[in-house]
């Protein structure tokens, strides 16, 4: 009986170990960010949804950067930067933006450049999912929204 019970520990032990050591190996540090280009492909607030079609917009639209601390891209077609911080469980902080001050020459049907800041200067967390970088910010009322964006020059649905 103790020896049926040893077994079932040691079994149960190694199970536990094998999954506590495994459920590290795909998790995405925020450094593989770094010095990589992305570009907005998607907006998902609620039930509503605005993809950026980008073989027909301008490809340098709605873009990010991050670096060491700053953040940086094109609006449409505004240049910005901004500060920010990242702590554990995904949680990053955008600071204030700045930018250049341009008329816009491309505009989607229903997401303007400054929604596009405002957004970025409320994310809360981040996450990396089917090749893509997702941010979770919200918008004036504090409803959810989620901006998908893709390596630059990777349009493609990526699965």
């Given at each position: 009986m103790i020896s049926n019970m040893k077994s079932t520990m040691v079994i149960i032990f190694l199970l536990l170990?094998?999954?506590a050591l495994f459920s590290g190996i795909n998790k995405v540090t925020f450094g593989e960010f770094l010095d990589?280009?992305?570009s907005?492909?998607?907006v998902k607030r609620g039930s509503t949804i605005i993809t950026i079609d980008r073989t027909n917009a301008?490809?340098?639209?709605y873009t990010i950067r991050f670096e060491e601390?700053?953040?940086s891209g094109?609006?449409?077609p505004n240049h910005y930067r901004a500060p920010y911080i990242t702590t554990g469980n995904n949680i990053i902080s955008i600071g204030r933006i700045s930018c250049t001050r341009l008329g816009p020459l491309y505009e989607l049907k229903g997401f303007k450049e400054y929604e596009f800041f405002r957004y970025l200067e409320r994310v809360m967390s981040w996450?990396?999912?089917n090749g893509r970088l997702e941010l979770r910010t919200s918008d004036?009322?504090?409803d959810e929204v989620l901006l998908l964006f893709s390596p630059r020059g990777k349009y493609h649905a990526i699965f």
């Open positions: 170990f094998t999954v990589k280009d992305w907005l492909i998607e301008p490809s340098k639209i601390r700053i953040l094109t609006g449409a996450d990396f999912r004036e009322n504090g």
